[in-house]
């Protein structure tokens, strides 16, 4: 069972560059999720999606972009990275019934200088 | 303005005693919440979750309590072992809202000491 995979582990851009953040699941989990975690920081949530083809906004969508065409990817997009979006970055996945464990991937550092 | 807050960064304990972490919260709507535990370099993993009709949870050493009235939980365990040290994040939910989204705590890092 693979769960939730995360692609790359590590990367490290310059500023104004851009990258995808892989996350993919393999649960045929409808609802999924992008968190970043800020060193000393609770999980702040940057996007979510209820299903392929919709997707909102979370807490810190700021610099960010998703789209979700299928149910198993959920790719986060950086355009012009900035040293602000220094951060871990989680993927999640859950089923049905909220409240319920979410499934995190293992995670992606990502360093802007 | 924090909804799920978790005052304690640290905490230390000896191996076999208990370990109580604590979380408050503000957000009246929630009714669902969890602890979930993170090791360096890994994701967070789910551990307990506690239901807003129910004050206590129990699996096997963990147990979370839930008091509604002063919007409060903690989450005991007991014998605390080594491999327990890691951070401990609070989160919640409210069924009614936001698609069930999370909000999560800043974690408290625990170390068990043999």
């Known amino acids: 069972n693979a769960g939730v995979t995360q692609t790359p582990k590590f990367r490290i851009l310059k500023i104004g560059q851009s990258m995808t953040l892989q996350c993919t699941q393999d649960?045929?989990?409808?609802?999924m999720y992008w968190y970043r975690q800020d060193p000393g920081m609770g999980l702040k949530l940057i996007y979510y999606?209820?299903?392929?083809?919709?997707?909102d906004k979370g807490e810190v969508p700021n610099g960010y972009n998703v789209s979700r065409s299928t149910t198993e990817d959920f790719p986060l997009r950086l355009e012009l990275a900035a040293p602000s979006q220094t951060s871990v970055y989680f993927c999640?996945?859950?089923?049905?019934?909220?409240?319920?464990?979410?499934?995190f991937g293992s995670g992606t550092r990502l360093t802007v200088v | 303005d924090q909804q799920v807050k978790q005052n304690s960064p640290s905490l230390s304990v000896q191996e076999g005693r208990i370990s109580i972490l604590n979380c408050d919260y503000t957000?009246?709507?929630?009714?669902?919440f969890l602890w979930y535990k993170k090791y360096p370099a890994e994701g967070p993993t789910f551990l307990i979750s506690?239901?807003?009709?129910?004050d206590k949870n129990e699996d096997g050493r963990f147990t979370v309590f839930l008091n509604k009235s002063a919007k409060h939980l903690s989450l005991h365990i007991v014998p605390s072992q080594p491999g327990d040290s890691a951070v401990y994040f609070c989160?919640?939910?409210?069924?009614?809202?936001?698609?069930?989204?999370?909000?999560f705590g800043k974690g408290t890092k625990l170390s068990v000491k043999p």
């Open positions: 999640a996945s859950r089923g049905q019934v909220p409240g319920y464990g979410y499934t």
């Open positions: 649960m045929n989990h409808n609802y």
């Open positions: 999606s209820v299903g392929a083809g919709i997707t």
């Open positions: 957000n009246s709507m929630f009714d669902y």
């Open positions: 506690i239901s807003s009709i129910k």
């Open positions: 989160a919640a939910s409210a069924h009614g809202g936001s698609q069930g989204n999370l909000i």
